[in-house]
Structure formats: C-alpha cells, structure tokens
T-cell receptor, first 112, second 112 residues
Framework: DVKVTQSSRYLVKRTGEKVFLECVQD?????MFWYRQDPGLGLRLIYF???????EKGDIPEGYSVSREKKERFSLILESASTNQTSMYLC???????????FGQGTRLTVV | GDSVTQMEGPVTLSEEAFLTINCTYT??????LFWYVQYPGEGLQLLLK?????DKGSNKGFEATYRKETTSFHLEKGSVQVSDSAVYFC???????????FGQGTILTVHP
C-alpha cells in the first residue's frame, strides 16, 4: 500500500523558533510537494521538488524553505516561525506529471 | 494560467438526498481531472479521476463526467450517507512537474 508519512500530526512552536516538518514517501516518486491548507483559502502550494536537490517555489514560498537530500524525503523549514504560519501543512508526492498525487495525513502547526 | 472554480459551500443535506458539487476549470489542452476527498482530521485521498474528454470517473457511488464543451467536471451522488461528510476538492494537474491546482473545497455535511 502506498504511503506518504508526515513526522507529526500536531506541533506547537513558539514565535521565532526554527521548525522542521518532515515527509517521507515509499513509492519512489519523482515529485514531492508541500501545501498549506487554511479555511476559505483551499490548498496553496508552498514549494515542490522534481528531483533530489531540485526545488521550485510555489505560490506562497515566503517564510519557508525546503530540503530534498534523498528521493524519499522532503522537508519543509520555517526559518523563524510566526503566528501567521499557524496552519495545516500537507505533503504529497506523485510519480509523473499528470498523475494523481498521494497525500500524507497532515501536520497541524500552531505558532504561539 | 490553470485555475479551478468550485461551487461555494458549505453544503448541508439529509441522508439519501442527491448531491451535486459544481467544478469548472481553465487549462491549456485537455488535462486529467480529479476529485479528492478529505475526511475529518485526515489528509486528502483520491476519490475519482477522468483522463480524457467524455470519460466518466466513478467510485463509492460518486460520479463525475469530463465535459470539455463546458469545461466542467461536476461531482454527483444519487443518495448521500452520513459517512460522506467531508471536504471535497476538484483538481487538475499542471503541465510541469505534476503540480496540482485545487479548487477552494466544498464542505459537505450530511445529517441522519
């Protein structure tokens, strides 16, 4: 069974902390994505990666960075967390362009 | 650029009622189209898909037909159940790296 696993379901961090959200997929997919989900705004793409060490900005990259050192792992980094980054974060992967994406269970991050 | 427009929600229905959630899109060419579902506290999972014009995707009693003339992919179910209560997202993959563009999401609540 295909699987995308996010390291935490819930996180509470303080303003100014450096935060790491980890995502691992076991499907040997090329593409990996980080979205954030907010009420009334749907899903917005933060960053994506199409190969190891390759990354591209999505629609809302400000305040975030990413790392993909291995094919199966894609990390989202909040360099200095702020309260407006309180949100649900969803990781996804897909094999090729045009294929369906598989999602992790989400990480609900609260920044206080 | 690509875009997806979903009907405004939320939608509240009684059990066994008929469901329609409208989705229209703007895209270059004729991409695949997807409906994803997000149950409470979970990530997104693929509900159904259609890969070309006039295709009908179906799963768990839900159906959607890819209509290129009206650029639509409306989701329907003849008789909803309480267990169908969830958020539904229409999506289309972009032409680069499998990036998905999502609609805003429609919250469906089904009462007994």
């Amino acid at each position: 069974d295909v699987k995308v696993t996010q390291s935490s379901r819930y996180l509470v961090k303080r303003t100014g902390e450096k935060v790491f959200l980890e995502c691992v997929q076991d499907m040997d997919h090329e593409n990996m994505f980080w979205y954030r989900q907010d009420p009334g705004l749907g899903l917005r793409l933060i960053y994506f990666s199409y190969d190891v060490k390759m990354k591209e900005k999505g629609d809302i990259p400000e305040g975030y960075s990413v790392s993909r050192e291995k094919k199966e792992r894609f990390s989202l980094i909040l360099e200095s967390a702020s309260t407006n980054q309180t949100s649900m974060y969803l990781c996804a992967s897909s094999l090729l362009t045009g294929h369906q994406a598989f999602f992790g269970q989400g990480t609900r991050l609260t920044v206080v | 650029g690509d875009s997806v427009t979903q009907m405004e929600g939320p939608v509240t229905l009684s059990e066994e009622a008929f469901l329609t959630i409208n989705c229209t899109y703007t895209a270059t060419g004729y991409p695949s189209l997807f409906w994803y579902v997000q149950y409470p506290g979970e990530g997104l999972q693929l509900l159904l898909k259609a890969t070309k014009a006039d295709d009908k995707g179906s799963n768990k009693g839900f159906e959607a037909t890819y209509r290129k003339e009206t650029t639509s992919f409306h989701l329907e179910k003849g008789s909803v159940q309480v267990s169908d209560s969830a958020v539904y997202f229409c999506a289309l993959p972009g032409t680069s790296y499998g990036k998905l563009t999502f609609g805003q999401g429609t919250i469906l609540t089904v009462h007994p």
